[in-house]
């Protein structure tokens, strides 16, 4: 099973700021098959980068994803209030499907 | 637009069976490439995929859960169901039901919101 490892398990940025996340994977993930996710407190995960630099459909610009092979990145420009989340990334490229830990981003 | 909702037992004791129907509305879960999962996020924790059924009944399960759990489809109805049998308190997680897309980008982009199901005598 493919382990993700995301850091920093928390991350403190204010408004305006530019976040960025790690998620390290364990293999190489077939055909850079990642994705992202935001959890916002009380709901669902709702998806955010595919093919591990392909934003879903409704997703602001200010959204990117980068990398490939076990090294993947989100970037957050201009961080507004509502992006205040948990962002989890998820590999779709070998069975089982597994996900990161989890980085929380906190306003500072 | 489609919604998931997820529906059952909050409360499940020890050694006995956890049971789950989503439904989904706004679309037919019998169109469209997609598959239907089951993911549950553990308190505290990070989630872990379930498994999945397509609506012409095949299914794959996370190797990890393989042996207690079953995934079924009700056409008719625009559901489809989880089990789980032999809980423990592992077991105690928020459980989402999820559509995931076919072809290249097995991704979940629609999900219910959630049902916490907690396992305790």
């Known amino acids: 099973e493919m382990v993700l490892t995301q850091s920093p398990g928390t991350l403190s940025l204010s408004p305006g700021e530019r976040a960025t996340l790690s998620c390290r994977a364990s293999?190489?993930?077939?055909?850079?098959?990642l994705a992202w996710y935001q959890q916002k407190r009380g709901q669902a995960p709702r998806l955010l980068i595919f093919g591990a630099s392909s934003r879903a459909t409704g997703i602001p610009d200010r959204f990117s994803g980068s990398g490939s092979g076990t090294d993947f990145t989100l970037t957050i420009r201009r961080l507004e209030p509502e992006d205040f989340a948990v962002y989890y990334c998820q590999q779709y490229g070998s069975s089982p499907y597994t996900f990161g830990q989890g980085t929380k981003l906190e306003i500072k | 637009q489609v919604q998931l909702q997820e529906s059952g037992p909050r409360l499940v004791k020890p050694s006995q069976t956890l049971s789950l129907t989503c439904t989904v509305s706004?679309?037919?879960?019998?169109?469209?490439?997609?598959?239907w999962d089951w993911i549950r996020h553990h308190p505290g924790k990070g989630l872990e995929w379930i498994g999945y059924?397509?609506?012409?009944?095949?299914?794959y399960y996370n190797p990890s859960l393989e042996s207690r759990v079953s995934i079924s489809v009700d056409t008719s109805k625009n559901q489809f169901s989880l089990r789980l049998t032999s809980v423990a308190a592992a077991d105690t997680a928020v459980y989402y039901c999820v559509r995931e897309r076919g072809g290249f980008d097995r991704v979940f982009d629609s999900w219910g919101p959630g049902t916490l199901v907690t396992v305790s005598s």
């Open positions: 059924i397509h609506h012409s009944g095949s299914t």
């Open positions: 706004g679309g037919s879960l019998t169109t469209g490439h997609y598959y």
């Open positions: 293999q190489n993930v077939f055909s850079n098959y």
